[in-house]
């Protein structure tokens, strides 16, 4: 199993990074006509969390990669040994590939609305049917099931940081996301906000 991990951790999130960010991003942004990555770069508290989350994908790519280099070592490292199961182990699996496809499904969905912060300068449209008839933000849910498989797959001190610093930076996020598109799109988000739940 571990042979396959090793291979198997690394090209899943290369495929996540390269699809569901930056291949999409580059889709909507051909439709347009502009950048759809709007995190500011500022000194404000909306800019620093834009910063951590960059910094923490970074940090779980590096991670991924380094995996796939020292394997035997790694693997190993602050392993939580009660929770090194196999068949936690394909559940973890079963939970990353299926967030792979239920976040590009949801971005397909959200169709030009597709951003990665908040555009204040472009009007969306306001997003309720696919998978956010379920959920409000199916694809945060979507990062946070992949954060968890990795977890699974791998149940280490380190991914459950990954897990940890991910989940929190998510909520922020998601309440930053939800505060604006409450003021863009009035009583429609809030009856919308009142069928639907935040995430599941």
Not at 132 to 158: D, E, H
Request: net charge positive.
């Amino acid at each position: 199993m571990t042979d396959f991990l090793r291979i198997f951790v690394p090209v899943y999130f290369i495929l996540f990074f390269s699809v569901s960010f930056l291949g999409v991003s580059i889709a909507v942004a051909r439709r347009i006509g502009k950048n759809p990555n709007v995190l500011p770069k500022d000194d404000s508290a909306y800019g620093l969390i834009g910063h951590y989350f960059k910094l923490c994908l970074l940090g779980l790519f590096m991670y991924t990669i380094l995996l796939f280099l020292f394997s035997d070592d790694l693997f190993k490292l602050y392993l939580l040994h009660f929770l090194d199961l196999e068949i936690l182990k394909y559940l973890g699996i079963f939970l990353m590939l299926t967030s792979l496809v239920w976040v590009i499904t949801a971005q397909a969905q959200m169709k030009n609305s597709w951003r990665i912060g908040i555009d204040k300068d472009y009007a969306t449209e306001l997003v309720t049917v696919g998978l956010f008839r379920f959920s409000r933000n199916p694809v945060f849910l979507g990062m946070i099931f992949s954060l968890t498989g990795f977890f699974l797959v791998l149940p280490t001190m380190i991914s459950v940081l990954f897990l940890f610093l991910g989940v929190i930076l998510i909520q922020i996020q998601i309440r930053l996301e939800e505060e604006f598109l409450e003021k863009q799109h009035h009583e429609n988000y809030l009856n919308y906000k009142n069928k639907v739940r935040r995430l599941l």
